[in-house]
């Protein structure tokens, strides 16, 4: 059982920063990768980025990438998500992800990952 709670969201205007937390309670011995997505309505959640947790090899989406900084803070069970340069589409709900599994091919699948936090909100007003 693992729990994961977001925050740091919050309505910045285009070309501004966040940092989104992520906290992990539980076992979570057993994390092979953490994860951000992001939801807007009428979309699939999309892949933002994502973090083996112990070599610290990250993974970032085309559409953030050189935008965003994922990190961890292996002491505190914590995922951090520096973004930056905002854009109006970055709006959505980001939800942390943990994966338990390594022998998925590919970190940027949803449904590969095991546990899910309850999101935050995230909106860039233009």
């Known amino acids: 059982q693992v729990q994961l709670v977001e925050s740091g969201g919050g309505l910045v205007q285009a070309g501004g920063s966040l940092r989104l937390s992520c906290a992990a309670s539980g076992r979570t011995f057993s994390s092979y990768a953490m994860g951000w997505f992001r939801q807007t309505p009428g979309k699939e959640r999309e892949f933002v980025a994502a973090?083996?947790?112990?070599?610290?090899?990250?993974s970032y989406a085309d559409s953030v990438k050189g935008r965003v900084i994922i990190s961890r803070d292996k002491a505190k069970n914590t995922v951090l998500l520096q973004m930056n340069n905002l854009k109006p589409e970055d709006t959505g709900v980001y939800y942390c992800?943990?994966?338990?599994?390594?022998?998925?091919?590919?970190?940027?699948?949803?449904?590969?990952?095991?546990?899910w936090g309850q999101g935050t909100q995230v909106t860039v007003s233009s």
């Open positions: 973090i083996i947790w112990t070599s610290g090899s990250t």
């Open positions: 992800a943990q994966r338990e599994s390594g022998t998925y091919g590919s970190l940027r699948t949803p449904n590969s990952y095991d546990y």
